[in-house]
């Protein structure tokens, strides 16, 4: 590691990282490396796919479970963070903003300025730049092997670096209904509270959630970058500051859904340890779909394929050009389509069998949720000792298997050797090992004292975070005068004449059926009473979209995970009357806090010392506030987050009860795929 007034490099398992300083409004000094890839580009043939293979140590030591980094051309220099982002065209899926050359990149992004760099011509090449025009950049990866063209790439942000600061690290997934959106993000405050922010690129849309049956394209390849990035910060990010044991994953929006995705897949064990979803969850309507299959045979008819073959089909997307893609994609959906918000195609899904890649999603999030089957933290321990170890992996196989492989991260923050792997046998929550072999700097032997008798417990759930704003829905009352002008009766009356557009789709009710006309009229009435729905009624009109799109689904998780856990907390983002993603001004916070006494600086303050605590202990806690309780089976509890802090309980009782009898009564748990063909019944 070497640091200068404008740069600074760090040794990774992929070489040299070059990076930047930068400074808070409060004074504190950390340093950026962005577009720093943890994957092989998904061109050509792996298009859709989920990125394999890695290079994995500077000695090329291979693990297939991680994705490779690829050779970036040293000729190349990315002028600054727009450009990079404009390299990976698929980030940014909004019509009229499709540029670069495509669907290439995979990128974990470092919130600041960046450039990416090869060789020393390359260094050269940005001290010169940073001369010239005075722009602090954030860095990237650099070294003989690494070369950048839109490539895979990602971000991470700290104040300290080395192996010996153990900062708890919080791994940010962006907003966007996993559809567009991209990784650049500057912390602010967070860097003041002592932790280490990565930023995660993932793919979206078509090239990140297509799903074809008899194929290699299984789905969800975005969510598996996600893990991929992971696997890369659990390796790497000691380097930086990082404790590899205290990993945080939060996101809004469509990163708060992917944060759940992670705490429901078994293919995420290990991988992390605290999660925070920001106003959204994975079982929320817009965020997951039973099928993408029939869109993605309409999008072939589109470009002029007409088949019923998925392997035709899938040959010929990838053939496609990134951008011609991208705007057919973006004219897919038929009109009748979009009358309901945060309406998208590709999504998450539960993946169809393919053998070629271990699924991310193997049943229905409902499912998941409502059984329990969801990740744990794992603790390792020697019962004449109370020395605690972390794991990396646990029985990736088949979960009725009597004998589980698993490996371990590290045996103990004060220890360098690695247990690779090891053979237990189960009985209950309990793991007894048999057999343990270690590696310490090369050098192979067997380490006695965790012979056989060790044991290790699944010790808890996943401590969690999750809640809401409270005016989520008010997106839905912005007026667009060239489509949806709220101001002219014209709109409302569009509403009034549909009112299917209140039913969530995914109670799996066909529109124009009796059934589904029966909701629609019964959520008219509980909203609405007799009064037509129009701008003076706007605030229920909010209400109910709020509860349609983020509330309801997230206090249903609240409730089961109070069920079976003792280490979820809910809150209730009330400040302003905040819409969704607004939360973010304040929880990346650009201007000075400390000293500062405004309702904004204090919000900022509150919510950013929150998350990072947690990120410490697994506690969200606040000096001198009220204390934030976690839910219980007998106590909902919430923090309600405005200008003073207040701990209150059951969170819109009367509206989720409502939408609980809708549920119980209708929704179906992916019937088409999961284990079990029935309803959501019994209380959530």
């Not at 992929?14 to 004074?27: H, I, K, V, W, Y």
């Not at 990993?247 to 708060?256: D, I, Q, R």
């Not at 919510?607 to 506690?619: H, M, S």
């Not at 509206?655 to 019994?682: C, E, T």
């Amino acid at each position: 590691m070497s640091v200068s007034a404008e740069e600074v490099i760090v040794e990774t398992s992929q070489g040299e990282l070059l990076g930047a300083t930068s400074t808070t409004a409060d004074g504190t000094h950390y340093f950026t490396f962005r577009g720093v890839p943890y994957a092989k580009p998904p061109v050509g043939p792996l298009r859709f796919k989920e990125l394999l293979q890695i290079l994995y140590g500077a000695k090329g030591e291979k693990n297939h479970h991680i994705p490779p980094v690829w050779d970036l051309n040293p000729d190349t220099v990315i002028d600054d963070t727009l450009a990079l982002v404009k390299l990976c065209s698929y980030l940014n899926l909004t019509p009229g903003v499709v540029q670069g050359n495509g669907a290439y990149c995979v990128v974990l992004a470092v919130p600041a300025g960046a450039r990416a760099l090869g060789g020393a011509e390359g260094r050269s090449r940005v001290r010169d730049t940073l001369s010239a025009g005075g722009r602090r950049v954030g860095g990237l990866s650099v070294s003989q092997r690494l070369h950048a063209t839109g490539n895979c790439h990602h971000s991470v942000t700290t104040t300290q670096l080395g192996p010996n600061s153990n900062l708890p690290v919080m791994v940010w997934f962006y907003w966007g209904a996993f559809a567009f959106g991209s990784a650049d993000l500057n912390p602010g405050h967070l860097m003041d509270l002592g932790v280490v922010v990565v930023s995660v690129q993932y793919r979206l849309n078509v090239f990140g959630f297509l799903s074809l049956e008899g194929t290699d394209v299984p789905g969800n390849a975005g969510l598996k970058d996600q893990a991929a990035a992971l696997r890369w910060i659990n390796k790497n990010i000691n380097q930086f500051g990082g404790d590899e044991n205290r990993v945080t994953l939060f996101g809004c929006s469509a990163g708060g859904s992917s944060v759940h995705f992670h705490v429901l897949s078994r293919l995420s064990t290990g991988l992390f340890h605290r999660g925070i979803s920001q106003s959204g969850t994975g079982t929320d309507p817009w965020a997951y779909i039973d099928q993408s299959q029939p869109y993605a045979f309409r999008l072939g008819r589109n470009l002029g394929l007409q088949t019923e073959d998925p392997q035709e089909l899938l040959d010929l997307l990838r053939s496609v050009p990134a951008d011609e893609l991208e705007a057919a994609v973006v004219e897919l959906l038929e009109p009748d389509e979009k009358t309901r918000y945060y309406t998208f195609p590709f999504l998450p899904s539960l993946e169809h069998p393919s053998g070629a890649e271990e699924p991310f999603l193997a049943q229905h999030p409902d499912y998941i949720e409502h059984h329990g089957n969801f990740n744990k933290v794992v603790v390792l321990y020697r019962e004449e000792h109370s020395s605690h170890f972390t794991l990396l992996s646990l029985d990736r196989g088949e979960h009725n298997r009597e004998e589980h492989q698993f490996t371990l991260l590290s045996l103990d923050r004060g220890t360098q050797f690695t247990l690779h792997t090891a053979v237990t046998r189960q009985r209950g929550t309990q793991f007894t090992l048999h057999t343990a072999v270690t590696r310490q700097r090369g050098t192979q032997f067997t380490l006695l004292s965790l012979d056989r008798g060790t044991q290790f417990t699944l010790d808890r759930e996943v401590p969690y975070i999750t809640g809401v704003n409270n005016m989520e829905g008010k997106f839905s009352i912005v007026s667009d005068p060239k489509n949806n002008d709220v101001t002219q009766p014209s709109y409302w009356e569009t509403i009034n004449s549909d009112l299917e557009r209140v039913v969530p789709v995914n109670l799996g009710l066909e529109k124009g059926s009796p059934e589904s006309l029966r909701v629609a009229n019964k959520v008219k009435e509980f909203y609405f009473g007799d009064r037509n729905i129009s701008l003076e009624t706007k605030e229920q009109w909010i209400q109910l979209q709020s509860d349609i799109l983020f509330n309801v689904k997230t206090q249903f998780t609240v409730r089961r995970f109070a069920d079976r856990s003792n280490s979820t907390y809910n809150y209730h983002f009330t400040y302003n009357d905040s819409a969704h993603t607004q939360e973010m001004d304040y929880l990346f916070y650009q201007n000075k806090v400390s000293g500062e006494s405004s309702k904004d600086t204090k919000i900022a303050n509150v919510i950013g010392t929150l998350w990072a605590n947690f990120a410490k202990t697994g506690v969200p806690s606040f000096q001198g506030g009220v204390k934030w309780e976690p839910v219980s089976k007998s106590r909902l509890y919430y923090l309600k987050i405005d200008d003073e802090l207040s701990l209150e309980e059951e969170l819109e009782k009367e509206r989720i009860d409502f939408w609980l009898d809708i549920y119980n009564s209708h929704q179906k748990m992916g019937l088409a795929f999961s284990p079990v063909a029935g309803r959501l019944d019994g209380e959530l």
